[in-house]
């Protein structure tokens, strides 16, 4: 059963870049069935698409934080990574990383447990 | 960006009660339409794709319903275990957008 875990810093300073990294286990980043996702959910809020990368290193983000966000892969290391950018308060959420099942009835098949990431001076 | 809308965004129910939620998108999205349960402190877990697709695992009382821009999760008898928040999400085309969430508590 694949596994995915997030790691970074909890605490971000307003302006500053948000990184976080996804583990992943027992499956390969270079599979051609998932996409690579980030997802956040603010406090008692929707779940909201951040973006995702394939394993050609394709990716796509949500417009409402393109120009803020990168999204990488490491193949070396079995992990994908998210850079925000010039974060506020408005980026305080729990911050997912997932697994997106690639077919024509895509989903979320896998999630990371989430880490929570507070933007605050 | 599609628009997804809940309702009701809470609902008390006992064991055994057959329950429905409501979830509506803001343009057609065929039947694009994926279902996650979301427990406190935990990541959502896919419970239903394509709108009436059981996902592996899940049980049976669950089902799914609609296309075009209504669809309906029905729980044919809550179980304990049921308690939780379900979202709504559409996967029709990027970004991808959920509905705020229906929250099933305990009468």
């Known amino acids: 059963q694949v596994q995915l875990q997030e790691s970074g810093p909890r605490l971000v300073k307003p302006s500053q870049t948000l990184s976080l990294t996804c583990s992943v286990s027992?499956?390969?980043?270079?599979?051609?069935?998932?996409?690579w996702t980030w997802i956040r959910q603010s406090a008692g809020k929707g779940l909201e698409w951040i973006g995702r990368?394939?394993?050609?290193?394709?990716?796509n983000y949500s417009p409402s934080l393109r120009g803020r966000v990168t999204i990488s892969v490491d193949t070396s290391k079995n992990q994908f990574s998210l850079n925000l950018s010039s974060v506020t308060a408005a980026d305080t959420a729990m911050y997912y990383c997932a697994r997106e099942f690639r077919s024509g009835y895509s989903y979320f098949a896998d999630w990371g447990q989430g880490t929570l990431v507070t933007v605050s001076s | 960006d599609i628009q997804m809308t809940q309702s009701p965004s809470s609902l008390y129910a006992a064991v055994g009660d057959r329950v429905t939620i409501t979830c509506r998108a803001s343009q057609s999205i065929s039947n694009y339409l994926n279902w996650y349960q979301q427990k406190p402190g935990k990541a959502p877990k896919i419970l239903m794709y394509a709108a009436f697709s059981l996902q592996r695992g899940v049980p049976s009382r669950f089902s799914g319903s609609g296309s075009g821009t209504d669809f309906t999760l029905t729980i044919s008898s809550l179980q304990p275990e049921d308690f939780a928040t379900y979202f709504c999400q559409q996967s029709y085309v990027i970004p991808y957008t959920s509905g705020q969430g229906t929250k099933l508590e305990i009468k």
């Open positions: 027992h499956d390969s980043v270079t599979t051609t069935a998932y996409y």
């Open positions: 990368i394939y394993t050609t290193g394709s990716t």
